[in-house]
Nanobody, 125 residues
């Protein structure tokens, strides 16, 4: 069982940066692939980025590649999403997600068993 709590969202202007954090409970955090998803009003949940349990590999949606960076600190049970050069179209509720122990997960939300409550990111033009 993993519990996830996001923080770091807010209201920023286009071009600004934000860093989201996702704090996880449980001793098995280091065995989970982790991901960030986002959902804008009236739209489906969208994959943003993922990172393997060791942090050795990362994956990004084309829409954020080169602007967002996912990272993790297994000693702190935390995964981060550094978001630079934010655009109004990045406005959404951002949620972190965990799959299962030593389970390879991809961009499909249905692959993830644990979700945080989400944090709102609003980018004004």
């Amino acid at each position: 069982q993993v519990q996830l709590v996001e923080s770091g969202g807010g209201l920023v202007q286009a071009g600004d940066s934000l860093r989201l954090s996702c704090a996880a409970s449980g001793r098995t955090f280091r065995t989970y692939h982790m991901a960030w998803f986002r959902q804008a009003p009236g739209k489906e949940r969208e994959f943003v980025a993922a990172i393997t349990w060791s942090g050795g590999s990362t994956y990004y949606a084309d829409s954020v590649k080169g602007r967002f960076t996912i990272s993790r600190d297994n000693a702190k049970n935390t995964v981060y999403l550094q978001m630079n050069a934010l655009k109004p179209e990045d406005t959404a509720v951002y949620s972190c997600a965990a799959g299962g122990p030593y389970t390879i997960t991809g961009p499909n939300p249905s692959e993830y068993n644990y979700w945080g409550q989400g944090t709102q990111v609003t980018v004004s033009s």
